[in-house]
């Protein structure tokens, strides 16, 4: 499949969100990717549900929810009604991840299980086959603007190797420094959904920037 383009709000002006969700609207963007962050799983705090709300009544593409929070199934329920397409829930924050996975596809979103960029692709033997997306970090979660983690592309190999040695249907994410030098390297390696904020947000025409990231 050609790869995915989810800008990532973090990084957006939120004093006046409408503008840049006219300007997602308008753009090439395929997700919109929201990062809520509890200040316990990572050491900073984001947004939360009104927000998200926000996001809900002022996004005409779907929402990629990111949930850097401790045990996760607490709100899954809420974040389905609050409009989630994706819900992605990091492998560490979970105990019982097969149940978690499960519940979120019983409610119709996507299931999605990220990694931090410690933890080896090879936790996900076991999981691989019922999740919908598997997203790697290629920063340490809880800030935008971080440099790239080398180490993601080759992980980004490895991870495709057991999707496609396991029969998975998953798609590949990459979240952290992605910029069109790093986004061209990693589809490359078979990424196949690439979130940026602070190279979109930060640059001089976002909406160029989007459609200069979905033509890699
Ligand atoms: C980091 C977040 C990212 C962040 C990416 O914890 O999960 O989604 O917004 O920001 P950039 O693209 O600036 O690295
Ligand atoms: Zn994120």
């Known amino acids: 499949m050609k790869h995915l383009v989810a800008p990532s709000l973090l990084s957006a002006d939120f ?20 990062d809520i962050m509890d200040g316990v799983f990572v050491p900073n705090i984001s947004f939360g549900m009104p927000v998200v709300k926000c996001a809900q009544k002022a996004s005409k593409k779907p929402l990629d929810v990111h949930l850097m929070i401790v045990d996760p199934d607490r709100y ?55 999740v919908d997306l598997v997203m790697l970090m290629s920063v340490n979660p809880g800030f935008g603007g971080q440099k790239f983690i080398e180490n993601t592309v080759d992980k980004v190999k490895r991870l495709k190797e057991m999707i496609v040695r396991k029969g998975s249907k998953a798609v590949i994410e990459i979240d952290g420094g992605v910029n069109f030098e790093t986004g061209k390297r990693l589809v490359e390696a078979g990424a196949d959904v690439l979130v940026a904020g602070s190279f979109v947000f930060g640059a001089e025409n976002p909406i160029e920037t989007i459609a200069g990231l979905k033509a890699l």
């Open 15 to 34: 004093l006046n969100l409408q503008k840049d969700f006219d300007m997602l609207n308008q753009s090439e963007a395929d997700w919109v990717h929201l």
């Open 76 to 130: 899954v329920e809420e974040f389905h009604k609050l409009g989630a397409y994706v819900l992605n829930v990091h492998y560490e924050a979970c105990t019982h991840l097969h149940r978690t996975i499960q519940h979120i596809k019983s409610l119709g979103m996507k299931a999605g299980v990220t990694l931090n960029p410690h933890t080896p692709v090879s936790v996900l033997e076991e999981i691989v086959c019922d």
